[in-house]
């Protein structure tokens, strides 16, 4: 009898391995395909200085109008783009006005400048009603910032803007992102 038990309980076990195995190789299993739906964005950040930014250049004695005057704007635009992109840039006049005195938008000289972390071709430009590209190809990526510097000559100082009415004279500069 203690022979017959031993078997019994050898068998079962027997059974119990055999039984695993066989439904190890029958189990089931059931994929899921993950997809990642991507598009081009292009943005300039609300962030940047130059959203509702104001650059001034004062000229308040002799010195001033015989002087080139350079005003830098670190973090001028903050540009987030899926795509190499271009920044253009453009008056929305013009004419700087005050009241209905005028002054050339062409006085005005516009250089990306290096230091931030934009990277492209970088360009200086002198203001006008037409898109002008002031970075050309700039490198994709997320809070690309790009420092802008705006200069008067002192040759434009002098024959443009020296007789001039006194007062703020004003006009709005236009960037734009385009994708590559």
Do not use: C, W
């Not at 078997?7 to 066989?22: D, R």
């Not at 350079?70 to 635009?77: A, D, E, G, M, Q």
């Amino acid at each position: 009898m203690k022979k017959q038990m031993v078997m019994v309980v050898f068998s079962l076990g027997l059974i119990s391995l055999g039984s695993s195995q066989v439904s190890a190789q029958n189990s089931d299993h059931v994929g899921t395909s993950v997809n990642i739906v991507l598009a081009d964005v292009i943005s300039i950040d609300q962030g940047s200085v130059a959203s509702g930014g104001t650059v001034d250049f004062n000229y308040v004695n002799t010195t001033d109008y015989n002087s080139s005057k350079s005003v830098t704007v670190p973090n001028s635009l903050i540009i987030n783009s899926s795509k190499n992109f271009d920044v253009k840039i453009k008056s929305d006049g013009a004419n700087f006005i005050n009241g209905a005195n005028l002054i050339p938008v062409d006085v005005l000289q516009v250089k990306a400048i290096s230091g931030g972390s934009l990277m492209g071709t970088m360009n200086e430009v002198t203001l006008s009603t037409n898109d002008q590209v002031l970075v050309s190809n700039a490198s994709l990526g997320a809070k690309r910032i790009l420092n802008i510097a705006y200069s008067i000559s002192a040759e434009k100082a002098s024959k443009v803007l020296l007789g001039k009415p006194k007062g703020t004279y004003t006009q709005i500069v236009t960037y734009t992102a385009t994708a590559l």
